[in-house]
């Protein structure tokens, strides 16, 4: 080989170890690059888990809390509605006893009348007279039936402030503005 040959060979040669060094340098800056690019994105990761880790957490102590809520809501509903049932048997059974009461004669209803009422055209004494032992106002006694049909009256009267009595205890109950108890 002739000298000038040789020495194209070696800048040939010197061409291609400078290139493959070029190659290697662009493959070790691709991996360093590749290396960093994928610690970024192993933080991004992280750090998008942490936030879904905390919103998850958010959203079951919210949950557990509702949960807390309508459990406290449906215990008092339910103490609630143990009262008034009740408060309504205890009712009944009242009235019941009145009306046996007044069926067997043990109790009479009778009712105060006005001694200077002169719309019926006669005057009731005021004063009691020599045959009754009773030293108040004149009273009239009134019949069985109306008394039971008064009594029957006063029974859903009775019933009705029971029932409305639960229904605004109710309303109370669910319709109580978040935090606040009854």
Do not use: F
């Amino acid at each position: 080989m002739t000298p000038l040959q040789r020495l194209a060979s070696l800048v040939v040669l010197a061409l291609a170890l400078m290139g493959a060094a070029g190659g290697a340098a662009w493959q070790v800056q691709d991996w360093r690059m590749g290396k960093r690019m994928a610690e970024q994105l192993l933080e991004q990761g992280t750090e998008h888990q942490n936030r879904l880790d905390a919103i998850t957490s958010e959203a079951w102590r919210q949950q557990n809390a509702e949960q807390d809520k309508r459990l406290t809501a449906e215990q008092q509903l339910a103490a609630q509605d143990q009262q008034h049932t009740r408060e309504l048997s205890d009712a009944q059974r009242t009235q019941a006893v009145l009306r046996d009461r007044l069926a067997t004669a043990d109790v009479r209803l009778s009712v105060l009348l006005d001694a200077t009422d002169s719309a019926r055209g006669y005057d009731v004494p005021a004063a009691p007279g020599a045959v009754g032992v009773v030293h108040a106002a004149r009273r009239a006694q009134l019949d069985p039936a109306h008394a039971q049909r008064i009594i029957a009256i006063t029974d859903d009267g009775d019933n009705a402030l029971i029932a409305l009595r639960a229904c605004q205890a109710y309303i109370r109950t669910i319709a109580l503005p978040k935090g606040l108890t009854p």
